[in-house]
C-alpha cells in the first residue's frame, strides 16, 4: 500500500468527520488526476466515504469503475442498499457478487428483515445454510433471532437454536442474549430457563436478560435468587430489578431496592429513576419522592424529559398537584408523555377543567397528541360531562385518524354514557372494528348508569356468549343495574355466578351492590343480614347506601345501626349526621334532629354544600341553593315562580321531607323552590334554546321533591330535561322519568 494512498485516506476519514461532502469530491478529482491507477484499497474508502455522507449514486459509480473489485469493494456497495431499504438493487447486487463471506450474506439478511420482507430474509437464511453454511457467525443467528420474535414464529425460533447448537455456537454468549429474549418474550419462559442453566458460560447481559424474562412472567422468586447469586452486576441488573419489582405489585421492595442500589454506588440512569418514581406515586409515598427529587436534582438528570415526566405523575398520584405543577413548568425540554402526565395528573385530582386547558395549550406548542393523550383529555370530558367539549375531541379523533386506537374509542364510548346520550355511546361501539373488555363494560356501565336495566343485562349476556371473560368491573356494572330496577333476584344470581362461575372474589364496591339492591327494596332486614354475614365489615359507601335507604323506607331502628357503623368507621363524615337527621325529621323528632345539629357542631364536621351546574356557550353556570350570587337571579326566580303556579295547577304537591328544619309550611316551601337542580333547570328553560335538551349536573343525590317537580316542567315547557346526579342519570319527558321513580 503506496504512502499517497495512505494520505488520501486520511482526509477522506476527515471529511466524513466534518460531514463535507464537498470537500470530498475535490479530493476524488485530486486522486484521479495524481494517481494514474488508484490501488483497490483506495477505490473502497471512497466508496465508504461517498456512503457515510449520504451520496448512494457517486459511491455506486466509484464502485463501477474499480477494474478489480476485491470481496470488501463488493460488500461496501452491497451494505449501501442493505441499509437504505433499496431491496431490489440490493438483490442484484448480492447476485452479481462472484463470491461472498458472512458479511455479504448477513447484508441481504439484515437487508430484508429490517424492512419488512421477512420471508425473503427466511429465503436468504435457507439459502446460506444450503449453499454457505461455513459462513454461519453470530450476526447470523442473532439476526435470525430477532425477526423470528418480531414476527413470533415459535416454530423457527426453536428450529433455529438447534442450528445453533449443531453449528458450536450455544455456548457463544452473543447468540445466548437474543436466544433468551426470543423465548422470553414468545412465553416460552421454561425453555429460557432451561437453556440459560445449561450454558457453561454466562454473562451480566444475558443474566440481565433472563431477570427480565422472569419478571415479565411474574416468576418474582426466581428473579431474586438469580439476582441474589450473580458475581458480577451492573447498572442495568438493579434497575431491571427495581423495575420488575414494581411492575408486579411489589412497590415497597422496589423501593428498598433502590436504596440498596444507592448504598452499592451504582449510577442510576433515567429509567431507575422512572421505575422507583412510579412505584412511590403507586405507593402514595409522598416523602419518599420528595426525597428521590432531591436526589435527582444533584444528578445531571434534572433536566431528563422521561425523569421529569415520572415526578410529575409522582406528584400527580399522591394528591400534591402544585408540586407536579411546578415540576412541570420547570421543565426545559417537554414531549407528549410530559404533557399527558399532568394533563392525567389534572384529572385524577379532580381538575377536569384544567385537564382540558392543557390539552389545548399542548397543541398551542406544537406537540400533536397521541392516543392516550387524546383519551385521556376525553376521560376528563366525561368526568365533567362535558358534552359540548367531548364532541369536539370526537371530531379531532375523526380527523386525525385516532379514533382507530381502541383506547380513543373507549374514552368516547364513556364520555356519550357519561353525558347522558347512550345513543352515541351505541352508535360508536357499533362501528368499533376491534373491541375488548373495556369497550363491552363501558357501554355496559352507560346503560347502567342510565337505569336501563334490560339492555345492560342483554348486553352482559351477549359479551359471556361471545367469549369474553368479564371482570369485577363489569358485575359492578351489572348488579347496579338491577338495583336501579328493582331486579332483585336476579341481582343475588349474578352476584353468586361471579363468584362461583367466573371465580372474581368480590370487594367493598360489590356487596354495596346488593346492600343497595336489597334497600331500595325494602328488604332492610334481608340488607341487615347480609352484612352480618359479609366477611368484612361494609366500607364508609356502603353504611351509607344502608342508611339512606332506611331514610327513605322509615326504618329507624335499622337505620340507626347504620348511622352508629358510620360514624365509628369516619367520625368526620357528614353523610351520617345528615341522614339520620333527614330519617328524625320525617319521623317529626325535632329534639334528635337538634342533638344532632349540635354532635356536627361540637365536632367540627360539615355537610357537604349541594351545587347543581349546567354548561351555556362554553361557561359552566354553578348554583347553590338559595344561590345570591348568579347575575340572572330576577330571571331565574320569577321563572321558578311562574313554573310552580302552573304546577301546582296541575297537580303538583311539595315534598317537604327533605327539609330538616321546624319552621312554618310556607318557609318550607320557600326553601323547596330554591334547591340548586330548580334554579339550574330554570336557567336552562331561559336561556338553552328550544328544541335542544337542558343538561344539569348535580353533585348530591337527586332530591324526591326536585325529582317529582321536575317531572311536572317537563309536561308543562314540553322540555326534554337530564339531570346526573350523583347516583344515576334522570332524563325527563312528558311528565316522565327514565329510573321510574326508582332512584
Known amino acids: 500500500?503506496?504512502?499517497?494512498?495512505?494520505?488520501?485516506?486520511?482526509?477522506?476519514?476527515?471529511?466524513?468527520?466534518?460531514?463535507?461532502?464537498?470537500?470530498?469530491?475535490?479530493?476524488?478529482?485530486?486522486?484521479?488526476?495524481?494517481?494514474?491507477?488508484?490501488?483497490?484499497?483506495?477505490?473502497?474508502?471512497?466508496?465508504?466515504?461517498?456512503?457515510?455522507?449520504?451520496?448512494?449514486?457517486?459511491?455506486?459509480?466509484?464502485?463501477?469503475?474499480?477494474?478489480?473489485?476485491?470481496?470488501?469493494?463488493?460488500?461496501a456497495i452491497l451494505s449501501n442498499y442493505s441499509k437504505l431499504g433499496r431491496l431490489s438493487q440490493m438483490q442484484q447486487i448480492f447476485d452479481l457478487m462472484p463470491f461472498r463471506d458472512g458479511v455479504s450474506w448477513n447484508l441481504a439478511i439484515s437487508g430484508y428483515a429490517n424492512y419488512g420482507s421477512s420471508t425473503d430474509a427466511v429465503g436468504v437464511y435457507k439459502l446460506m445454510l444450503k449453499d454457505a453454511a461455513m459462513n454461519l457467525n453470530r450476526i447470523t443467528f442473532s439476526t435470525m433471532l430477532i425477526l423470528c420474535l418480531n414476527y413470533r414464529w415459535m416454530d423457527l425460533g426453536r428450529q433455529i437454536h438447534g442450528q445453533i447448537l449443531k453449528f458450536g455456537f450455544g455456548s457463544y454468549v452473543f447468540v445466548g442474549s437474543p436466544l433468551l429474549d426470543m423465548y422470553a418474550k414468545l412465553g416460552l419462559i421454561y425453555d429460557a430457563k432451561r437453556y440459560y442453566d445449561e450454558m457453561p458460560e454466562r454473562n451480566v447481559v444475558m443474566c440481565n436478560t433472563m431477570i427480565i424474562g422472569l419478571m415479565r412472567h411474574g416468576m418474582v422468586e426466581a428473579s431474586k435468587r438469580l439476582f441474589h447469586g450473580l458475581k458480577e452486576r451492573d447498572s442495568i441488573s438493579w434497575t431491571t430489578?427495581?423495575?420488575g419489582l414494581m411492575q408486579n405489585g411489589m412497590e415497597r421492595e422496589a423501593v428498598d431496592m433502590f436504596r440498596e442500589m444507592r448504598l452499592a454506588g451504582f449510577t442510576m440512569d433515567q429509567f431507575t429513576f422512572g421505575s422507583v418514581l412510579a412505584a412511590c406515586g403507586s405507593l402514595l409515598a409522598l416523602g419518599e419522592g420528595k426525597q428521590i427529587h432531591a436526589y435527582v436534582i444533584r444528578t445531571d438528570h434534572k433536566d431528563n424529559v422521561f425523569v421529569g415526566s415520572a415526578l410529575v405523575d409522582m406528584y400527580s398520584k399522591c394528591k400534591s398537584i402544585k408540586s407536579a405543577e411546578t415540576v412541570f413548568k420547570r421543565m426545559t425540554q417537554k414531549n407528549v408523555v410530559s404533557w399527558t402526565a399532568m394533563l392525567v395528573g389534572y384529572g385524577q385530582n379532580g381538575f377536569t377543567e384544567e385537564a382540558v386547558k392543557i390539552f389545548f395549550e399542548m397543541q398551542r406548542n406544537g406537540v400533536d397528541p397521541d392516543d392516550f393523550t387524546l383519551g385521556s383529555v376525553i376521560s376528563s370530558c366525561a368526568n365533567l360531562a362535558s358534552l359540548e367539549e367531548g364532541a369536539q375531541f370526537h371530531c379531532q379523533a375523526l380527523v386525525s385518524g385516532l379514533i382507530s386506537f381502541i383506547t380513543v374509542s373507549n374514552a368516547l364510548i364513556t364520555l356519550y354514557g357519561k353525558c347522558g346520550s347512550m345513543e352515541d355511546s351505541y352508535q360508536l361501539f357499533v362501528e368499533m372494528n376491534t373491541r375488548?373488555?373495556?369497550?363491552?363494560?363501558?357501554?355496559?356501565?352507560?346503560?347502567?348508569?342510565?337505569?336501563?336495566?334490560?339492555?345492560?343485562?342483554?348486553?352482559?349476556?351477549?359479551?359471556?356468549?361471545?367469549?369474553?371473560?368479564?371482570?369485577?368491573?363489569?358485575?359492578?356494572g351489572v348488579l347496579s343495574a338491577c338495583s336501579r330496577a328493582g331486579l332483585v333476584q336476579k341481582g343475588l344470581q349474578y352476584f353468586e355466578s361471579m363468584i362461583k362461575e367466573h371465580g372474581i372474589m368480590p370487594i367493598p364496591d360489590h356487596y354495596t351492590c346488593i346492600i343497595d339492591m336489597l334497600g331500595r327494596a325494602g328488604r332492610l332486614e334481608e340488607a341487615r343480614n347480609f352484612i352480618n354475614k359479609m366477611p368484612c365489615h361494609p366500607d364508609v359507601?356502603?353504611?351509607?347506601?344502608?342508611?339512606?335507604?332506611?331514610?327513605?323506607?322509615?326504618?329507624?331502628?335499622?337505620?340507626k345501626w347504620a348511622a352508629d357503623s358510620l360514624i365509628e368507621l369516619e367520625p368526620q363524615n357528614p353523610a351520617?349526621?345528615?341522614?339520620?337527621?333527614?330519617?328524625?325529621?320525617?319521623?317529626?323528632?325535632?329534639?334528635?334532629?337538634?342533638?344532632?345539629?349540635?354532635?356536627?357542631?361540637?365536632?367540627?364536621?360539615?355537610?357537604?354544600?349541594?351545587?347543581s351546574w349546567i354548561?351555556?356557550?362554553?361557561?359552566?353556570?354553578?348554583?347553590?341553593?338559595?344561590?345570591?350570587?348568579?347575575?340572572?337571579?330576577?330571571?331565574?326566580?320569577?321563572?321558578?315562580?311562574?313554573?310552580?303556579?302552573?304546577?301546582?295547577?296541575?297537580?303538583?304537591?311539595?315534598?317537604?321531607?327533605?327539609i330538616l328544619h321546624d319552621v312554618e309550611e310556607s318557609e318550607k316551601i320557600k326553601m323547596l323552590n330554591h334547591h340548586s337542580e330548580k334554579l339550574a333547570i330554570a336557567f336552562g328553560l331561559i336561556f338553552v334554546p328550544p328544541g335542544l335538551p337542558i343538561r344539569v349536573i348535580k353533585n348530591l343525590r337527586f332530591c324526591g321533591d326536585c325529582h317529582n317537580a321536575t317531572k311536572f316542567i317537563s309536561k308543562i315547557t314540553q322540555?326534554?330535561?337530564?339531570?346526573?346526579?350523583?347516583?344515576?342519570?334522570?332524563?325527563?319527558?312528558?311528565?316522565?322519568?327514565?329510573?321510574?321513580?326508582?332512584?
Not at 373495556?438 to 356468549?465: C, H, P
Not at 359507601?541 to 337505620?559: K, N, P, Q, Y
Not at 337571579?633 to 304546577?647: D, H, R, S, V
Request: overall charge positive; some cysteine; charged content about 20%.
Open 1 to 75: 500500500m503506496s504512502s499517497s494512498s495512505n494520505y488520501y485516506v486520511s482526509l477522506l476519514k476527515l471529511c466524513c468527520e466534518s460531514q463535507n461532502p464537498t470537500q470530498s469530491k475535490k479530493l476524488h478529482c485530486l486522486i484521479l488526476k495524481s494517481i494514474t491507477h488508484p490501488e483497490t484499497f483506495l477505490w473502497n474508502n471512497l466508496i465508504s466515504t461517498y456512503s457515510k455522507l449520504g451520496n448512494l449514486a457517486y459511491a455506486h459509480r466509484v464502485f463501477d469503475h474499480i477494474p478489480q473489485p476485491n470481496l470488501f469493494s463488493w460488500n
Open 241 to 243: 430489578m427495581i423495575s
Open 436 to 476: 375488548d373488555k373495556v369497550s363491552w363494560t363501558a357501554l355496559l356501565a352507560g346503560y347502567a348508569q342510565f337505569g336501563k336495566a334490560n339492555e345492560t343485562i342483554d348486553l352482559f349476556e351477549r359479551m359471556l356468549a361471545i367469549g369474553l371473560k368479564p371482570d369485577g368491573v363489569t358485575f359492578i
Open 541 to 559: 359507601v356502603g353504611w351509607a347506601t344502608l342508611l339512606s335507604s332506611c331514610r327513605v323506607h322509615g326504618d329507624m331502628e335499622i337505620g
Open 576 to 611: 351520617s349526621y345528615v341522614l339520620l337527621s333527614s330519617l328524625y325529621a320525617a319521623k317529626g323528632k325535632w329534639n334528635e334532629v337538634a342533638q344532632l345539629r349540635r354532635g356536627m357542631r361540637d365536632k367540627r364536621v360539615k355537610k357537604e354544600p349541594g351545587y
Open 615 to 658: 354548561k351555556y356557550k362554553g361557561k359552566v353556570h354553578v348554583f347553590s341553593a338559595d344561590d345570591q350570587s348568579s347575575p340572572f337571579l330576577g330571571q331565574i326566580y320569577a321563572e321558578l315562580e311562574k313554573l310552580n303556579c302552573k304546577m301546582i295547577e296541575e297537580g303538583y304537591i311539595p315534598d317537604m321531607s327533605s
Open 719 to 743: 322540555r326534554e330535561i337530564l339531570v346526573r346526579d350523583a347516583v344515576r342519570f334522570h332524563l325527563f319527558k312528558d311528565g316522565t322519568c327514565s329510573c321510574g321513580d326508582f332512584w
